[in-house]
Each structure stands twice: as C-alpha cells, then as structure tokens.
C-alpha cells in the first residue's frame, strides 16, 4: 500500500530540521533560527491552554498537534545550556530522538482532519482475542435511505450533537419539515448524555418548542435503552395546532396541561346537545393521579366564559370529568312544578328541582331508615316557602299526614295551610304541634300492626296502622328564641329528630341559619342531616363556609357563593357612559337557586317554581289526611287534642301557683307567673352567654 503524501512531506520536515536544532545553538547562540524555535515553542504551549481548557471534543488531538513545535523548543534550549556539543554528543542525540518521535507519531497527518470518522461500512478489524465482536447496528451500511442519508449530512455538519449517529430517519406524512430521528450514541456500549433540543433544532434550523425525545424501547434485532434515543422533529405539526387545532389539542394546550384548569387531564369526546343548548365535554386522568382536580375559575376562562355566569358546570366521577357549557344560564330558567314531578315514585323519590348539569334534583318523603327529615335554610326572598310548598304537596301526594306551624304569617304558608290537616301561627302553636308528635311517637309505639305484632314504621311493610306524618316548623329559630317557650321548642324537636323517623314522624325546619351560635344545637342539626337532603338556597358569600362546615361538609367541597344574578351582563357600558345614561337595573334571578345535598358534595341546582298567583290546588289531592281515631283518642285523653290557637290552659306549662302567693307577679298570657323553662343549651361562646341571659327569669 503506496505511503501517504502527508506521511512522506511531514517525515522529511523532521529529518531537515533536526540538524538545525543541534547545530544552531552551538555554531551561532545569537542566531534568528533560535529565536524562531522558541517562540515556536512558546505558541505551542499556548495553543495547549487553549485546548485543554476548551474542553471540546477532540482536545487530545490539539495538544498532539502542538506538541512537536515544544518539544523543539526544549531541545533547543537544552542544546544552548550544554557546553559544546554535550557530554556523548547530547544535543545531536535530542535532535535525532525529536526527529524519530514525530516521524514515528506523525501528528499532523494523523489529526489533520477534524470531523474525520471511520467509514460506516468500513469492516471492523479482527480481534486478537478468538472472540468475536458483534459490529454495532449503525456501522453497517443497510442501505439507508436517500432521505436517511441527506439527515446524516445535516447532522454531521452539526458535529453530531451529542456524540450519536442518525441510525434512521423517517419523514411524516403530509408533514414537508417533520420528522422522526433513531439516534445511537458514537461509542457502544456508552449512554446519549449531553444532547438538548437546543442542538437538535440548530441543526435542522427550527424552533426548540418543536423537538420532543423518547425512549428507545429493546425490540428483536434491535437494542434499546440509554445509548438509544428517539427524536421528533415537527415543526408544520405545531405551525398547525397552534392556527387549527383539533378538540383534543385545545384540551391539552389550555386546560390539561401541567398549570391547566384540569392538571393531567386528557380529551376523550365532545357532544353538543342541540335540544338543550348544551355542550358536554368528557375528560379523564389517570388512575395514579387519583380524582381530578378542577380549578373551575381557570377552566371557565379557557372555555371562554365566565364563572359567575353560571353557564359552566364539572361533574367528577371517579377519575372521569364531564364538563357542561350551556347557551345560557340553566339556573336562570323557570322549571314550572308539576303533579306529576312532585309526586313520589316506589322509592319515595320525587324531583324537587333541576342540578346545573341539567339533571332532575330529586328528594325524598323516606328512607331505608324511616320517614325523611327535612332542612331548608334560606335568606329572605331566597324561596324557602316556595320550597317549603313543594315538599308539602310531595308529602301529601304521598298520602301523608301533614301538619304545618309558622313563627309568624304571610301569605303562601296561609295558602298552603289549607291543605294540611293542622296550620297554626306562633310559637305556642309550635310547641303543641312538638308535644303532639312526642306523644305520638308513645301511642304509635303501642300500636299492634295487622299481624298482632308492634314494628317500626316502614311503607314497605304491609298492615301499619297509622299514616306517615310530615310536621313543618317555618322561621323555627326564631320560635326557638322566644322567651317562654324556646328552650322547649328546641329540646322537643331534638327528641323527635332522634326518635320520629322509627314512627313515621318526619320533622320539617325551615329558617335562616343552622348554625350553633343562632340557637341551632349541634345534636339537631346532625341528626337532620343524617336523615335528609337539606337544601340551602342563595347564601351570602360571607356565609356560604361557615353554612356548610355546619353541616358537616369538608374543607374541599365547599362551593364558591353563586352570583349575585344569572343574566348575561349587557354590552355598550362605554357608550352609555360616553353618553350620560344610567346602567339598566340588574335582573336578581337568582331566587329557588342554591344547593341540594345528597351525598359528601353540594350539588347546585333550581328548585322548580310554584304559582301561588294561579292557585296551588292543581299540586294537591283532593283529600287532606288526618290521623286515626285511635291516635286523636289518646291525644285527647292527654289533654293534647284541641284548638292550638286558644290561649294557654291552666296547667299546661307547669303547676299552678298558690293562691296565697301574693308576690307572682301575673303572666301576661295566662293570668298567672310559671317559671321559665330552663335552657339545656351549653354555654361555649360570649354571644351564647349574652343569649341565655335574656331568657333568664327571676335572676
């Protein structure tokens, strides 16, 4: 095989000057040719620096390269510091060992080439171990693609970022700049460790936002794992999902990316209900993420609306989400009520109102524990009493006995009291109403079935010998408070909250708040929830934390305060202020809007609506229930059977005073002094303190 031409001019530049380096120094000290060699070696030394502190791949090479220029310089200077020619012919030994050196290394021919590499289909030398070495995959020439090969050029002219060879390339369809890259690292058996979508994009000349890697999986004939990577290069894909995206892209730009409204979520489908002017969209994550987690504030901006609108509404179940946009507000339509909505199914179930999501909000006359409890708490003008009607006419619908008391009268409960079997106003209405139902929990409780035996009530079971029994309490905080007769009203109601439901007895309360401090005992208030679905109608926002921690709701299904109306806001407020004119009055629609709680998670809903301008007499049956003549029998034998309305009997809260007991003062009702009842309530804060105060007699 002919030498190199490179081999042959750098052997005999060292043969020439190894005399020089021997000569000079000794024939003429002073001479330019020293000079010449030593600052020689002086850039040599200084192009070592450079080069090692560079750090570059092929720095080893750089130092070899400059290596011959200071060696040379040290010969001669060791020739310059020896007396004559040196002990043994020193110096024109260095000179001819330079000369050996480089002819032997050859440097310069060696490593001339930067970027050279072995050919990919040059064969591999043989071992001299009797083992064999499998050639690595990208060595061999398969006969690569011309697309494949054009990709290997760019790459090498990029300096192969990152030390790996293009094993493969493959276009996308439809895709002119996109493609997919199979990389190995330059070394086997070495991991692809410094490469970056900075150096991949420098290379095809394209944005870094459009590089993505991915691990290379083992296949057969094929390794995998870190000395592997894949590449997609897509910079028209991403031109595209930014100006056309698809459902799915949308999803994953704005609302399941990492800081999106639905953190990991992924697009399954989006359905529009035309009928109902509705969009649902339907997401999940992943099982490993656990429930989602929804940041309806977020979510409600990427779908371009507002969340105090009321157009948008999550359902979570389990680790799917369903998403629902509505045309318009469903909260702000009228859901008229019908015979046929309130009327109870078998299971004691009938529709109260309709959720956000637009499914019926039903409640129930029943449980599988016994009669249903009830709880509605609104503010004034929230629609408490269009509720309180609704759960009347299911009751009764249901063939139930329903008796109703007010702390004071208005209009609608007077309605509806013509349609119960019992309708009074005031607090010592309401306490008789208590004792009744107190004592017929006692008669009930004795009262043999058709099989001779006494059970639970349970509309289940055929033979019971008495009718369910609904009893409503409206404003009963406020007849809890009253002076005479509070601390009875509460105590009763607490003893038919815990017994009533095992007698078909049902306790309805209505009022303003549930809370503690209010009057509202906690064992009351827990033992309505527990045996009912309590729906809590336009709460202040102030209010809407401390409402629901009372019942019992936890820290992270607490909703945020519905807005103040459910109307689109009208456009042109700049042109009506440019002009002077006032805003148009704001549209409070939110009456019958709030929560029903069935479950851990208030879900918002609109009770349906009531006309009581038209007449109620459509919602009711034609005949009002009463009870058996057993259990008016035994009332009367307890003295408990009469006019409600007459003023208090002699005797009927408590014992009558002597008559030589001059210093009782004369009750203003009655005609003669009884003590106060005494509040059982447990004094735990200043304002419950400054409450039993009030009530205290004879302090």
């Not at 409070?588 to 007449?615: C, H, Y």
Request: charged residues 25%; glycine residues 10%.
């Amino acid at each position: 095989m002919a030498t190199p031409r490179s081999v042959v001019l750098e052997r005999l530049a060292y043969t020439l000057a190894a005399p020089v380096l021997a000569v000079a120094p000794n024939v003429t000290p002073d001479s330019p040719v020293n000079t010449v060699v030593q600052l020689a070696g002086a850039a040599g030394i200084g192009g070592w620096v450079l080069a090692y502190q560079g750090g570059e791949q092929g720095s080893g090479r750089k130092i070899l390269r400059w290596s011959p220029l200071v060696l040379a310089a040290a010969v001669d200077v060791a020739a310059k510091s020896t007396n004559g020619w040196g002990p043994w012919w020193l110096d024109g030994l260095l000179a001819a060992g330079w000369a050996a050196a480089g002819s032997i290394v050859l440097p310069f021919s060696r490593h001339a080439r930067r970027h050279h590499r072995p050919a990919l289909a040059a064969p591999a030398l043989a071992p001299a171990q009797p083992e064999t070495v499998p050639v690595a995959s990208w060595q061999l020439d398969d006969g690569a693609s011309i697309f494949t090969r054009q990709v290997r050029q760019l790459w090498e002219r990029a300096g192969n970022p990152g030390r790996t060879i293009v094993v493969k390339a493959v276009p996308h369809t439809g895709m002119p700049h996109d493609l997919s890259l199979l990389l190995r690292a330059s070394e086997a058996g070495r991991p692809i460790t410094g490469l970056t979508d900075a150096a991949v994009a420098a290379a095809f000349g394209t944005d870094v936002s459009v590089v993505r890697f991915a691990e290379v999986q083992q296949q057969a004939g094929r390794e995998g794992g870190p000395g592997w990577l894949q590449v997609h290069v897509t910079p028209d894909a991403e031109q595209r999902r930014r100006t056309a995206p698809t459902a799915a892209e949308k999803w994953q730009n704005t609302i399941g990316g990492d800081r999106g409204a639905i953190p990991g979520s992924v697009f399954v489908k989006k359905v529009r209900d035309h009928g109902r002017k509705v969009t649902h969209y339907i997401a999940q994550v992943p099982d490993e993420m656990g429930e989602p987690r929804v940041n309806q504030h977020a979510l409600a901006a990427a779908l371009k609306t507002k969340y105090d609108e009321g157009r948008l509404f999550v359902t979570v179940d389990g680790n799917q989400i369903l998403v629902s946009l509505w045309d318009s507000s469903p909260l702000a339509q009228v859901f008229p009520a019908t015979r046929e909505l309130l009327k109870p199914d078998k299971d004691g179930r009938w529709v109260t109102g309709f959720l956000g999501n637009g499914q019926p909000a039903r409640n129930r006359v029943y449980t599988d524990r016994g009669a249903a409890h009830g709880l509605f708490v609104a503010p004034s003008g929230g629609g408490k009493t269009q509720l309180m009607g609704l759960h009347v006419a299911a009751d009764a619908l249901f063939g139930a006995v329903v008796m109703l008391a007010t702390e004071a009268p208005d209009e609608k409960t007077a309605a509806l009291g013509k349609h119960t079997a019992r309708y009074g106003v005031g607090a010592l209405y309401m306490i008789r109403l208590l004792r009744v139902l107190v004592a017929l929990m006692e008669i009930r409780g004795e009262m043999p079935w058709e099989d001779g035996q006494v059970h639970e009530w349970d509309p289940t079971r055929p033979g019971c010998p008495y009718r369910m029994l609904s009893a409503y309490l409206d404003e009963f905080l406020s007849a809890a408070r009253n002076g005479e007769y509070g601390a009875e009203i509460m105590d009763l109601a607490e003893s038919v909250s815990v017994k009533g439901r095992k007698y078909g007895v049902g306790l309805k309360v209505a009022g303003q708040s549930i809370y503690v401090q209010d009057g509202f005992t906690q064992l009351l208030c827990e033992n309505l929830r527990e045996n009912c679905i309590p729906v809590v109608l336009k709460v202040a926002p102030k209010k809407v934390s401390d409402m629901f921690k009372a019942l019992g709701i936890p820290p992270e299904y607490i909703p945020d305060p519905l807005p103040r109306s459910f109307s689109a806001e009208e456009e042109g407020r700049i042109e009506r202020v440019m002009r002077g004119e006032p805003e148009p009055p704001t549209d409070s629609n939110t009456g019958g809007a709030g929560w029903i709680i069935e479950g851990k998670q208030p879900d918002v809903l609109r009770t349906l609506f009531m006309d009581f301008k038209a007449g109620i007499d459509d919602y009711f049956p034609d005949t009002v229930q009463n009870l058996t003549d057993h259990e008016i029998r035994e009332l009367k034998a307890r003295d408990l059977w009469f006019d409600w309305n007459e003023p208090p009997r002699p005797g009927e809260f408590g014992p009558e005073p002597d008559d030589e007991d001059e210093d009782a003062a004369p009750h203003p009702r009655r005609g003669r002094k009884t003590p106060a009842p005494r509040r059982r309530d447990t004094v735990t804060t200043a304002r419950q303190a400054l409450e039993a105060i009030k009530h205290l007699n004879n302090a």
